[in-house]
Structure formats: structure tokens, C-alpha cells
T-cell receptor
Framework: GAGVSQSPRYKVAKRGQDVALRCDPI?????LFWYQQALGQGPEFLTY????????KSGLPSDRFFAERPEGSVSTLKIQRTQQEDSAVYLC???????????FGQGTRLTVV | DAKTTQPNSMESNEEEPVHLPCNHS???????IHWYRQLPSQGPEYVIH???SNVNNRMASLAIAEDRKSSTLILHRATLRDAAVYYC??????????????FGTGTRLKVLA
């Protein structure tokens, strides 16, 4: 597709379950960002990749959150032992080399019950 | 991280201009000012960006104060499709080539028919 694709669009997890959220960035885009957006709030930065290198993970809220981008394209955000406070929309964005515009996916809405 | 301050909500009549203000008093010399908007159930989409000079594109205009401590997004003729949350963001360079977009809570724009 032409845009950033995220899957699944919706995920319901039981508390304590592990989840994996996938992001397919625009082909050739070097930069990839993950954001967490709670209801009624702006997106909060989680982590940033440049190709396969995770250059900034300062926003990951705990060691239960892990992100990877092993081949510099598709990225996966993994949340272990989910808790209710993890319920949010998780947004992925990509940007081309030297680009100034970040392209966001539609997000994955995670609900932990 | 430099932060932005925006009004929580604004209203505009259709076909009239809208001026959305943003304060960023702690902006640093290398921070670019970006505006994104988020329609319901969508990821944010790029609107416009600038550094020091005013900018125009097909979607909007960006007016930046001389001291860069504030900026205004101008929609010249609001339509119902412009109803969204508008985010004023500082794109900070963390290290060479590493960016971080810091979102605030945004302004929810309501357009009245």
C-alpha cells in the first residue's frame, strides 16, 4: 500500500497476556516512530528507529515494552504482561531520509480487560 | 523537551478564516515548528512546518513570531472537513539525525455549518 499500515486495528487482551503490534512503514522510509495515545490525550513518544538501529527508547514506560525493527523495514512493538493502564491507541509513523513530514498509520487500539 | 501550549478548543463558522495559536516559549534554535491534525479514528496528518519565516501551502499558512516563542496556524476558509484536533509540535533534534516529535494536548476545532 501507499501509506503506513498497522495491524491489528483492534486488539483486546486479558490482563497479563503478551501482545505484538505490527507496523509496515512506507517502503524505503528510514525513520520509524512509535507513539502511545491515551483517550483524549495527544500522542506520547515511545521510541525511534533509524533503519534497524533503535536510537531513542526514552519513552518506553517500562521494561515490559519492547520494540524491534530487525531488517530496517517492518517494526513490532511488544508488550509483555499487559496491564489495564496499557490500554491506548498505539501509533506508528515513518519518514523518509532527509524528510520533514512524518506519515502516521491509523493506529492499533489496544484494550486490556 | 520543549513543550507547546494550545487552547483546548475553538469554534469557527464554515467558510471563515481560523487562527489557531500556539505558545512555545522554551523553543531552541534548532527546533522546527510543525503542525499536524488528527481526524476522528485516524492517525495524525501533516499540515505545515516552519523554522523562522512564515510559510504557505495548499492547506494552510503558518505565521511565526519574530522571537519564535509563538506561532499561529491559519486556515483561510474552514470547511466541515477541517474539524479535527490540531497539534502544534516542536521537532527537536536529539542527536545528529535523530528527531523527536513532542505532541501537546492540541486544539479541538469545531466547524459550524
Amino acid at each position: 500500500g501507499a501509506g503506513v499500515s498497522q495491524s491489528p486495528r483492534y486488539k483486546v487482551a486479558k490482563r497479563g497476556q503478551d501482545v505484538a503490534l505490527r507496523c509496515d512503514p512506507i517502503s524505503g522510509h528510514v525513520s520509524l516512530f512509535w507513539y502511545q495515545q491515551a483517550l483524549g490525550q495527544g500522542p506520547e513518544f515511545l521510541t525511534y528507529f533509524q533503519n534497524e538501529a533503535q536510537l531513542d527508547k526514552s519513552g518506553l514506560p517500562s521494561d515490559r515494552f519492547f520494540a524491534e525493527r530487525p531488517e530496517g523495514s517492518v517494526s513490532t512493538l511488544k508488550i509483555q504482561r499487559t496491564q489495564q493502564e496499557d490500554s491506548a491507541v498505539y501509533l506508528c509513523a515513518s519518514m523518509g531520509d532527509g524528510g520533514t513530514e512524518a506519515f502516521f498509520g491509523q493506529g492499533t487500539r489496544l484494550t486490556v480487560v | 523537551d520543549a513543550k507547546t501550549t494550545q487552547p483546548n478548543s475553538m469554534e469557527s463558522n464554515e467558510e471563515e478564516p481560523v487562527h489557531l495559536p500556539c505558545n512555545h516559549s522554551t523553543i531552541s534554535g534548532t527546533d522546527y515548528i510543525h503542525w499536524y491534525r488528527q481526524l476522528p479514528s485516524q492517525g495524525p496528518e501533516y499540515v505545515i512546518h516552519g523554522l523562522t519565516s512564515n510559510v504557505n501551502n495548499r492547506m494552510a499558512s503558518l505565521a511565526i513570531a519574530e522571537d519564535r516563542k509563538s506561532s499561529t496556524l491559519i486556515l483561510h476558509r474552514a470547511t466541515l472537513r477541517d474539524a479535527a484536533v490540531y497539534y502544534c509540535i516542536l521537532r527537536s533534534v536529539v542527536t545528529s539525525g535523530t528527531y523527536k516529535y513532542i505532541f501537546g494536548t492540541g486544539t479541538r476545532l469545531k466547524v459550524l455549518a
